[in-house]
């Protein structure tokens, strides 16, 4: 047997770019057109929905760099979606969604799962439980 041979289009973390490129994407261009959102500050402002966070969970939940996270929290604070505050141990300052960042919240999160549904219309809910257990393992593999 010879040596394996890499053939870019069957290399899962080029399959796993063009796959993610390609979702985020679809989905880049509604919260743009409609929102006037970017990928990243969409992120922020779901993260911070589920409870106020500091920016360093921020980075950890949003598995985006500290500077691509900081740029998104200030565009959100100028635009008066999110506010600052301090955070339970009173040293570090956390993030907490603005009335307007609710009403913005509670617009855009059935939207995104609208998206999600069509994306994985296709698929049955047994395969989309496998699909989400999978992408968790190949996570967890990655980080070991």
């Known amino acids: 047997m010879g040596a394996r041979r890499l053939i870019l289009a069957d290399f899962l973390p080029y399959r796993l770019s063009v796959a993610a490129n ?5 989905i880049a261009h509604v919260y743009r057109a ?23 969970e921020l980075v ?3 598995a985006m760099d500290k500077m691509t996270v900081s740029r998104a929290a200030k565009a959100l604070v100028a635009r008066g979606l999110i506010r600052r505050a301090r955070a339970d141990d009173r040293r570090t300052l956390a993030l907490a969604l ?3 960042g609710e009403r913005l919240h509670a617009e855009v999160a059935p939207l995104a799962l609208a998206i999600e549904d069509e994306l994985v219309a296709g ?3 047994a ?17 070991s």
Do not use: Y
């Open 123 to 125: 698929f049955s809910p």
């Open 34 to 56: 409609r929102f006037g959102l970017r990928i990243p500050e969409w992120r922020v402002i779901a993260i911070v929905a589920e409870g106020a966070a500091t920016q360093a």
């Open 98 to 100: 603005t009335e307007e």
């Open 127 to 143: 395969e989309r439980d496998q699909l989400m257990a999978l992408l968790a393992r190949l996570a967890a593999c990655a980080r």
């Open 22 to 26: 390609a979702v985020s994407d679809r």
């Open 60 to 62: 950890e939940k949003t």
